[in-house]
């Protein structure tokens, strides 16, 4: 039900390209978004409206990392995207393309 | 980004609502001794299929990620599936609880052809007699009957949606190993007070050594059983259950019913949980974003009675439907309590005057013959 449970993060997964699973939808809200998988039923909260707007972003990039840059996310936070969209990847609700 | 965080962002309210359920119909083959609605007849006001479509065009506008359908027996409108394909062609997956009993082999094929559909089959009891004496002779047969259909029509996986009753907590493994055979997932929730439910519940509701055996059993069993995270009263025990810590009426959750009266959440079909109507100018939107009962309950709720309990942050206090139908107080303890004070709570409920527990409203049982 979040995206504080799951996988270890995966390694190098800033510089992968990434997208929103075709089956997901996403939903505003006032703590971030709420994101639903058509396929597996799983309901995510997206905790963050930054999360919301580079989930948004990732389809205009090459790379998660291009995405980060292009919402003016600050290095320092990097490391907790990164882990972030690593559960996002396990719950299906991001894919690699 | 703790969980506490998140509970206390959930209960100032949502754009619209995670968890939705719609009862189509109050008309039922069935007399569930729990109905949870008080289900039976018909209710003439029932949502034309024309208004029923523009309810679902306003959820699908309002990014409803699925509706949780019932009744009464939803299959009953003849309707059902113009509907529940029209909710599927709009963008909103479709859960719909039925007994079954129209599930032939034709309506089984039909029900497999379409994606995003989920179905709770309800079953009481894991042998005949003890789930027909809460859902009705022959309700047993028919259920299994359904399943043969949905089997022969390879729908796939669906869930078997269990009631947790004194009766039935004694074979919490069987269903799950029925489930199991089935190839169905095990769905357990709570037994509330409500509908029919407010005078079966002194019966039929679990002892409290049963709820201990409940909460064991959840912990034991984590994510492969779904509860709608029904039990969170039972936290005060120890390790918190899977799931929301929270009541959701309003918050995150909320009922529509046939005539389209939305309700806080869909055991609290009363005059007082009652917030609009789908009919009102500004829609189910409006009612949702706006209503006074709504608003209400978003805001901080106080502990009452409960402040002085060091287990109120786990429990919550737990349900206020079950509160609310045995007569209890909003800000107190739930009559199935589990924290030590007040344990035998259940007990006291009992000496709660008939007629300072609230009544439900509507109520759509047959006239009695």
């Known amino acids: ?97 | 980004m703790s969980g506490e965080t998140l509970t206390t962002q959930l209960k100032g309210g949502l754009a619209a609502p995670i968890c939705l359920t719609w009862e189509l119909t109050y008309a039922c083959n069935l007399q569930c001794v729990h109905c949870l609605s008080s289900s039976g007849r018909r209710d003439p006001r029932e949502l034309s299929t024309a208004a029923a479509k523009r309810v679902v065009d306003e959820l699908s506008a309002l990014r409803v990620f699925y509706v949780n359908i019932g009744g009464g027996e939803p299959m009953y409108r003849r309707d059902f599936f113009e509907l529940v394909e029209y909710a599927i062609g709009s963008g909103i997956g479709v859960k719909f609880s039925t007994n079954g009993a129209f599930i032939d082999a034709a309506a089984a094929r039909r029900l497999a052809a379409l994606d995003y559909l989920d179905i709770q089959l309800s079953l009481d009891g894991a042998d005949p007699a003890t789930n027909d004496a809460v859902r009705g002779e022959g309700s047993y047969d028919t259920v299994m009957r359904a399943i043969d259909n949905l089997a022969a029509a390879d729908f796939g996986p669906f869930k078997l949606s269990v009631v947790a009753t004194r009766h039935n907590v004694a074979q919490l493994d069987r269903f799950k190993a029925l489930a199991d055979a089935l190839g169905a997932q095990l769905r357990l929730t709570r037994l509330r007070p409500s509908g029919r439910g407010a005078d079966a519940w002194h019966h039929l509701h679990p002892t409290g050594a049963q709820q201990r055996q409940i909460y064991e059993w959840l912990l034991a069993n984590g994510d492969n059983v779904l509860t709608g995270d029904s039990f969170f009263h039972l936290n005060a025990l120890g390790e918190p259950l899977p799931g929301l810590n929270m009541c959701g009426a309003g918050r995150v959750v909320c009922l529509i019913d046939p005539i389209g009266d939305v309700y806080a959440c869909p055991f609290v079909i009363h005059g007082d949980f009652r917030a609009g109507n789908v009919r009102d100018d500004g829609g189910f939107t409006r009612v949702w974003r706006e209503s006074e009962l709504f608003s209400d309950l978003r805001q901080p709720q106080s502990p009452g009675a409960c402040a002085s309990c060091g287990a109120f942050d786990a429990c919550q206090g737990g349900c206020m439907a079950a509160k609310f139908f045995t007569g209890l107080p909003l800000d107190g303890p739930d009559p199935e309590c589990v924290s030590g004070e007040s344990y035998d709570l259940a007990a006291q409920v009992a000496t709660v005057p008939l007629t300072l527990k609230p009544r439900p409203t509507p109520d759509h049982s047959y006239a009695v013959r």
């Open chain 1, 1 to 97: 039900m979040s995206t504080d449970q799951a996988a270890p993060p995966r390694r190098g997964l800033l510089g992968r390209a990434i997208e929103l699973h075709p089956q997901v939808s996403v939903r505003p809200e006032p703590f971030g978004a709420l994101a639903y998988h058509y396929g597996n039923r799983r309901l995510v909260f997206l905790r963050h409206h930054d999360l919301l707007a580079v989930v948004h972003a990732l389809a205009e990039h090459d790379s998660l990392a291009a995405a980060l840059t292009a919402c003016e996310v600050a290095p320092s936070r990097w490391p907790s995207f990164e882990k972030a969209f690593a559960d996002l990847l396990a719950g299906e609700i991001v894919r690699e393309r």
